[in-house]
């Protein structure tokens, strides 16, 4: 467009919004521009999951109080992915300009992703919605082609708008079927109150490339670096108010926020852990800090992190007000623990709760503000669970192997202790083997572990509990409902790197709980290490004739100095049964599998040759049980 008329074209030269230049001596193209939005506060309510883990069903919840006649234990309904709907969508509605985040990790670790590969909990989710979603490691187990049949299944619900799926530092592969696709995004800009922030999406870098299954040529960069320059290119944009939502753990995640310029909330996962009030620990819950973490970054100004726990246990509800520069001014929330309202005695016999007895556990929980929030399941995320469920329920009673012999149950081998625990009787009681070696089932799921180690991170070594193991195999059918009633806790699946002196302090720590504290339960079963043992010896000296199974299914002597990859449950990681030294380690030196350890045993089994119904389950080689040669201390 031409002007000569100077007049004309000063008047529009005042009219800043309209010009990109002005110049009277130069012909002027005039360009439409949206003009800036002007900095102003901000309120934003976020409510958030993560690592719901396929985990769709309500589970029970133990506590203990005093409601007058002392100190006994309750059990109330916790968590169902139709809790969390109900609450995510009712505060939603409540609320102003609410953001619903799901921080990844949302497949895999329960039949229902094993039955459906993501679909169930795709459903699940189209009920709440979510405006994002980080991908988590677990994304990943089935490789980029098992994310992106998840995300198919996303797409296919019946939300307004697609969830917008992000993660700034994962590199797809040529391989890829994400290769060049923009259906995952770095970051996402939104508006609320005319005001523009940011959320920007973060992976685990090397937990995913080692401990899952992403193609071989899809990378992951560094979490760090890449957040910087996400939030420089974002701030170059003009957004001054910058969300990370994270599934990189909550220490990597407290690391971001103060080496981090103009990061503001951190919304993170990955770690499953439970923030919140002390009061917690009264009702047996470990709480790893407060909800919201508050922090400074590298500029100093103030920073928020929360998480939401695990398995939809938890909804997230985080309140955060920026002021006028878009710094945060100020942020508070609560982790609503979801129960249901009805409480009953867990004591054998015990008599039903009272209506009164029922509003006093109610009110106590609202004197030591503990945030445990009464919510009735959504009926409309009920009804779209169900048929999955009876799916579910249906494939419990499914034939999967066949039982060639007794599998027996002991926890620590010999005459003295643990030679009644068998349901089988004198079969397994008084078996030779059994006092030679200890339990067939248990042995078995240590090597079960061990394989599912080394198909995620090449494990070398794995450690369970005996106590941990709950039920002996007879011969014949084994169905997948037998597998969760042998492996019935909520245990998962940790990786750590171990050296040699390690692993002979951990056996040490095992069999002190054996010996000193009395705990059979403590005694271990490993898949690729073997040992003699004498219990009438000092501490230091029990455990001789350490071996480890090398990559060519030979026995070398331990080397006390290398370091080794260990595959074991959570419960014992976390120093479960007097085990004290693995408790210890910790940082990078710990990574969260995740994999629930039943379902790790169910696929150890699904990888046995032959049709499913007809596949073998054997006793291990005496050769590859962890104990060679047992002596027990004479009491």
Not at 356 to 374: A, G, H, R
Not at 525 to 545: A, F, H, M, P
Not at 574 to 587: A, E, H, L, P, Q
Request: proline share 3%; hydrophobic share 35%; glycine share 8%.
């Amino acid at each position: 467009m031409k002007f000569k008329n100077k007049k004309i074209l000063l008047s529009l030269c005042l009219i800043s919004i309209l010009a990109t230049a002005c110049n009277d001596d130069k012909d002027l193209d005039l360009q439409f521009v949206k003009p800036p939005v002007p900095a102003g506060s901000l309120e934003l309510n976020i409510l958030h999951i993560n690592d719901h883990h396929s985990h769709l069903d309500e589970e029970d919840l133990k506590f203990k109080m005093n409601v007058g006649s002392g100190e006994e234990e309750f059990s109330v309904k916790n968590g169902g992915f139709a809790r969390v709907a109900a609450l995510m969508n009712q505060l939603a509605g409540e609320r102003k300009n609410t953001i619903k985040i799901h921080s990844g990790d949302a497949i895999t670790g329960d039949l229902y992703y094993t039955l459906t590969g993501g679909k169930a909990d795709a459903d699940a989710m189209n009920t709440v919605c979510f405006d994002t979603l980080t991908l988590g490691n677990h994304e990943f187990d089935a490789k980029d082609a098992g994310l992106q049949k998840f995300i198919d299944f996303l797409d296919e619900g019946g939300c307004k708008e697609k969830t917008k799926i992000l993660s700034a530092n994962v590199n797809f592969g040529k391989s890829s079927p994400l290769y060049q696709t923009n259906r995952i995004q770095k970051s996402q800009i939104f508006e609320k109150d005319g005001q523009k922030f940011a959320i920007i999406g973060l992976t685990i870098a090397k937990k995913t490339k080692n401990s899952s299954q992403p193609n071989a040529d899809t990378t992951f960069s560094d979490e760090i670096e890449t957040a910087q320059k996400e939030i420089n290119q974002l701030k170059a944009q003009g957004i001054n108010k910058i969300i990370l939502q994270t599934h990189v753990g909550y220490d990597l995640d407290q690391q971001l926020a103060k080496s981090l310029t103009d990061v503001d909330v951190i919304i993170g996962g990955d770690s499953h852990t439970l923030l919140g009030p002390e009061s917690l620990k009264k009702y047996g819950l470990t709480r790893q800090g407060a909800y919201p973490t508050q922090l400074r970054n590298k500029d100093g100004d103030l920073v928020c992190i929360v998480q939401a726990w695990q398995y939809s246990y938890v909804v997230g509800d985080l309140n955060v007000k920026f002021d006028k520069d878009g710094k945060v001014a100020s942020c508070s929330g609560t982790p609503h623990i979801l129960i249901g309202g009805d409480f009953t005695r867990t004591a054998k016999d015990a008599k039903k709760v009272t209506s009164n007895e029922n509003k006093y556990i109610l009110n106590q929980f609202k004197i030591d503000q503990v945030p445990f929030t009464v919510v009735n399941n959504d009926p409309k995320t009920e009804s779209i669970i169900q048929p999955y469920k009876q799916q579910k329920d249906a494939f419990a009673n499914k034939v999967i192997a066949q039982a060639t012999e007794n599998l027996c149950l002991r926890r620590v081998p010999g005459t003295v202790r643990d030679t009644t625990l068998s349901k089988l009787g004198d079969v397994c009681n008084k078996n030779q083997s059994v006092n030679a070696h200890g339990g067939d089932i248990q042995q078995i799921i240590a090597e079960a572990f061990l394989q599912q180690g080394k198909s995620f991170f090449n494990a070398d070594i794995s450690f369970q509990n005996g106590g941990g193991v709950r039920e002996d195999i007879p011969t014949g059918n084994v169905t997948v409902g037998k597998i969760y009633s042998i492996l019935p806790f909520k245990n998962v699946l940790v990786r750590l790197n171990v050296t040699g002196t390690e692993v002979k302090s951990i056996l040490e720590d095992a069999m002190d709980g054996v010996v000193i504290q009395n705990n059979t339960g403590s005694y271990p079963y490993t898949g690729g290490l073997r040992w003699n043992v004498d219990l009438s010896k000092e501490k230091g000296q029990r455990i001789s004739q350490l071996e480890v199974r090398n990559s060519s299914g030979q026995y070398e002597l331990l080397d006390f100095n290398k370091t080794y990859k260990v595959v074991t449950i959570d419960f014992l990681a976390n120093g479960g049964d007097y085990y004290n030294t693995m408790k210890s380690i910790t940082g990078n030196r710990r990574e969260e599998v995740g994999l629930d350890y039943a379902e790790a045993f169910l696929k150890y089994v699904d990888g046995m040759t032959g049709s499913v119904g007809n596949k073998k389950l054997n006793k291990l080689p005496v050769l590859d049980y962890s104990t060679q040669l047992f002596i027990d201390k004479v009491k």
